[in-house]
């Protein structure tokens, strides 16, 4: 098979003790095993078996997290009770300290993760708002743009800078369309979000300022402004390196927390838990004044389909985990480590001359995919980020298309692919588990294949093009 030619290099950067140990560590499984799971997950990252995997799964940072002993130990104190179980205050108490808020002030939910609490939101929402509305944003996130899409409201990027500058905070969101749209179409508008860093953006920071600026233009129009939190700790830090020098990381954090009335999170991420997620809501708010049913709905809701609100889907050693998590994910000592391990990683990748985005962000490299290809005939609608993670599969390695297939979309009328955004492969790093020399194996595979980028096939979807989050379901030949 051809594709087994393309990935028989040998990889060159790293000492052959090291691969030879990766090989050794993972013996049980043949290089023909791996292209035999590949073909029959129809090339789709998410449908291969991850004990086949050698080095990295790259594929999410979420949920991936290696837990401290600190958090190991705390969950032997949770209990499973089905009413306030012993973590369940303590949580309580951590949200309040790390984000300087207050139970008596703040409605909060949690989850067993941040689509469920988007979901709350939104489909408790829309059962309010006018038809036609539509949620700004600096950068949506796959599922919250199909939980604000599900309940037929129009989710919109006013898109963060992700072009090869070497500019700080790419994250942000463009005021002045902001303004603009607050301006034209201000009644069309519920509320105004921000993700926090920008994970479809590049992985890249929202400053301090834009942050208060978005607060400023949001009191003007009377409109409530709500923050996807899932990576706040890493957001401040770059605050921290680049805009507030003189504040600690948790004053970052209560100052970014000052300025919103509501966020949804998903600690799996900077909650640096295996599970869970939260909504929070200010009791006092535009928000809750427009649509005053709103709090009590999201309570039934959570009740519904969640569980108890004392646990919201959670077993009770996930929310002691989350209440360990929390205090280490304010740290400087680990934001530094964990942030330093994606830089290094970026410039290793930088280094070998694969195109990646820059500066690096938080939580991940990208590579850029348009220039991953530059000089063959691989089209965006060909969907070259797709092969390039289908082929580095039979090296064991798992990266994210986060591009031309995962938000693009079919137009049935046309027969045509429609994509005008980032073209990115990701390569997220997971909390506390890699150490250099992983992803450097990573990046010497991605290497490898780029030195033979007009030998990689085309991705062509076989089934699944039409489908709404189609890169979960999709399956491809390559070609
Ligand atoms: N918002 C952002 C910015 C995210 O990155 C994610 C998940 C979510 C919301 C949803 O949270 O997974 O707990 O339901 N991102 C993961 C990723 C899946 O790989 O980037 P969830």
Redesign the pocket.
Known sequence: MQWEKITSFKTRHMPRAYVNSLVRFHHEFSDKERLEAAEKAGWNVFQFPSELLLGGDL?????TTTLTSEQLSAMILGDEAYGTNYGYPKLIEAFEKTFDISEDTYEIYIFH??????HALFSQLAQSVPKNSVVPSN??????RANIEANNIEALDIKGRTEQTLEHFKGNMDIAALEKLLKEDGERIPLVYT?I????GGGQPVSLQNIKKIRALCDEYGKPFFL?A??FAENAWFIKQYEEKTLSIHDIVRNIFALCDGF??????DGLSNM??ALVIKKDSMLTKTYPKLLNDIRDHQILTEGHPTYGGLTGRDIMSIVEGLKTVITEQYLSSRIGLVRAFGECMDFLNIPVLKPFGG??VYIDVDKFFEGTNMGREDFGGISLTALLLLKGVRL?E?GAFAFGKWNSKTQKEEFNGNNFV?C?VPRNKYELQDLQYVADCVKGLHEQKEKIPKAVPVYGRELTLRHFKARFELK
């Open positions: 594929l999410s940072d979420s949920g993760q941040g689509r469920a609490a988007e950068g949506h996130f796959d599922t919250t993700t860093t920008n994970n479809t996807d899932c990576r949804t999170i998903s600690l799996k991420k869970g997620g939580h991940a994210c986060l990701r997220a």
